[in-house]
């Protein structure tokens, strides 16, 4: 499995971005799929995840109620619609796909070590 993920670029605070994270490769039957971030000098974090067949959604609080994670189920992509942008939320974002099901989603996935496959990664700079 391939993960291509794209759509980052610069903009300004209050403003919003969409990122798109294709899967290719194979049909891909994973359970979820997920978003992380790495801000400058710091570690990777956890930003959403999305079941890939039920659609059940979780976000880490700080972006609760200004991201939408969704997908595309006949495109094998997955989005994270950005809007009010902060400059913390400048970061290089991944997405990543996870074969394991798991009976705790919430509690599962926002762990990066519960993901196979990871992208390439894309920039987002918010400036204030």
């Known amino acids: 499995v391939q993960l291509q993920a794209s759509g980052g670029g610069l903009v300004q605070a209050g403003g919003s971005l969409r990122l798109a994270c294709a899967a290719s490769?194979?049909?891909?039957?994973?359970?979820?799929m997920g978003w992380f971030r790495q801000p400058p000098g710091k570690e990777r974090e956890f930003v959403a995840t999305i079941r890939w067949r039920s659609g059940f959604t979780y976000y880490a609080d700080s972006v609760k109620g200004r991201f939408t994670i969704s997908r595309d189920n006949a495109k094998n992509t997955v989005y994270l619609q950005m809007n009010s942008l902060k400059p913390d939320d400048t970061a290089v974002y991944y997405c990543a796909a996870s074969l394991r099901y798991s009976a705790s989603p919430s509690y599962y996935y926002p762990k990066d070590q519960s993901y196979d496959y990871w992208g390439q990664g894309t920039q987002v700079t918010v400036s204030s």
């Open positions: 490769g194979q049909t891909f039957s994973g359970y979820a």
